[in-house]
């Protein structure tokens, strides 16, 4: 649970009562919280209770409250992007029925809308027996759960109404339970549940002098958003990484680099081990000859930088690899590099390639978002839309897996 982002939403049902307890549940084993809360849920429980004990603000409508802030656009879709797990506990008959319509009228329902595919969303229906027996809420129900909801049928006893029956939402520590078990059944259920990945991420450095250095503009966001969801689908991920400012996603090894040597004797240690190996890092392809010891003086007018080739990292793990590993890399092109793409993927051994373009501005080093096209060793190439770089990391990780399917791994 530990780093996983989970959002709750609490509709307009009396057990809403038991929802800050299990918000508090989550956050004590390390989960970030944030709550979605409907209208009528705001009756039952109130919005100062669920933002202290998540320590975040409460979402309810999809509209800012005044517009003079200005307007936010991706307000409605943000925390669907976010979030690693949707749980709708207590869900009442009218939330079922706006769902399973495909209602958009509150955030919770943008959130639903908005959240990821295959990311797990968990139903706690409770309500009157009767009411949870009718045929309308059967049917919406049975809608959700062919959508891919898990839906937890509620447990027997006695409910609000002092009637005994079918209806009432289960303890807070069955929600965790189960929420539990749907992300570690989602990591089960992936080809790469287990598997040894090692990623590449960020820039390199390489010294000129004792304070000056060759580098490049790579934030290294794409090589951590790729660990962060191959640890979500059950592998042993490793990160190499040269000098960036992004914290360690939870669960990843990370080792420190600074130079394209370094990266590569870092990598080199795993190549016989690893079953999968993503190069994403943006490797120096050259270094200073002689690098001088010390600070460089500017003394003459002219000064001649020799450079040296650096290894290949890629490249080295493409030539040793077994047939059960595979080898992904990217390759940092101008928009109509395709065909160069494609030559990098036959030279370096590659299974898949992501071919990238830069342009500083939706795609390339240091934006949150990219453009690829995944190229298969088959030749087959799928262009991708523009995607946030954790989006973009999930299609590669799909295909990925898809390959680990075809190969019998
Ligand atoms: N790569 C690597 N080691 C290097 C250079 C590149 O591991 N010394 C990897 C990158 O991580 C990436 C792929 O190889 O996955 C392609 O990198 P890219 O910079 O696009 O191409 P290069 O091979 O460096 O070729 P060029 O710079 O000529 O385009």
């Not at 979402?59 to 517009?67: A, G, L, S, V």
């Not at 809608?143 to 209806?167: F, R």
């Not at 592998?235 to 680099?257: F, K, N, Q, W, Y």
């Not at 299974?351 to 990219?370: E, Y």
Request: hydrophobic share 40%; net charge neutral; aromatic share 6%.
């Amino acid at each position: 649970m530990r780093g996983k982002k989970i959002i709750i939403g609490v509709c307009g049902g009396i057990a809403a009562y038991k929802i800050p307890q299990l918000v508090r549940l989550l956050k004590k084993r390390g989960a970030c919280v944030r709550v979605a809360l409907t209208d009528a849920g705001a009756r039952f429980v109130s919005e100062l209770t669920l933002a202290t004990v998540s320590e975040e603000p409460l979402y309810r409508n999809i509209f800012p409250p005044t517009e003079s802030e200005g307007v936010d656009y991706t307000r409605h879709i943000s925390l669907g992007e976010w979030a690693d797990a949707l749980v709708i506990a207590p869900a009442t008959a009218n939330t079922l029925a706006r769902l399973s319509a495909g209602l958009c009228d509150d955030m919770l329902a943008a959130i639903f809308l908005t959240l990821r595919p295959g990311k797990p969303v968990l139903i706690f229906p409770a309500m009157d027996g009767q009411m949870f027996l009718s045929p309308s809420v059967q049917r919406n129900i049975a809608t959700l759960a062919a959508q891919g909801c898990s839906i937890v049928t509620p447990e027997s006893g006695e409910l609000a109404s002092g009637i005994c029956g079918i209806g009432r939402m289960p303890e807070p520590e069955t929600l965790v339970a189960a929420l539990e078990e749907a992300l570690h059944e989602r990591a089960l259920s992936s080809p790469l549940y287990g598997k040894k990945v090692v990623v590449t991420a960020g820039p390199t450095r390489e010294k000129i002098d004792g304070v000056r250095f060759i580098s490049n503009y790579s934030s290294g966001k794409m090589g951590f958003a790729i660990a962060r969801a191959a640890v979500e689908r059950g592998a042993l991920v490793t990160l190499i990484t040269g000098p960036v400012h992004l914290s360690t996603p939870p669960g990843v090894e990370r080792v420190d680099v600074e130079s394209t040597a370094e990266m590569n004797a870092a990598a080199e240690g795993f190549f016989g081990s690893c079953d999968l190996f993503i190069g994403a890092a943006a490797v120096s392809d050259y270094r200073p000859a002689a690098p001088y010891e010390g600070k460089m003086k500017k003394d003459d007018e002219h000064i001649e930088l020799r450079l040296v080739k650096n290894p290949d990292i890629l490249a080295g793990f493409g030539r040793q690899k077994s047939a059960s590993q595979l080898a992904v890399g990217f390759a940092l092109e101008t928009r109509t590099g395709l065909e160069s793409a494609r030559k990098k993927l036959t030279e370096k051994n590659l299974d898949l390639i992501a071919f990238n373009f830069f342009d500083r501005k939706t795609c390339g080093f240091d934006v949150d978002t990219n453009i690829l096209t995944l190229i298969g060793s088959d030749g087959v190439a799928t262009e991708l839309p523009q995607l946030t770089k954790d989006e973009a990391a999930g299609k590669l990780l799909d295909a990925i897996e898809q390959r680990c399917l075809n190969n019998g791994l």
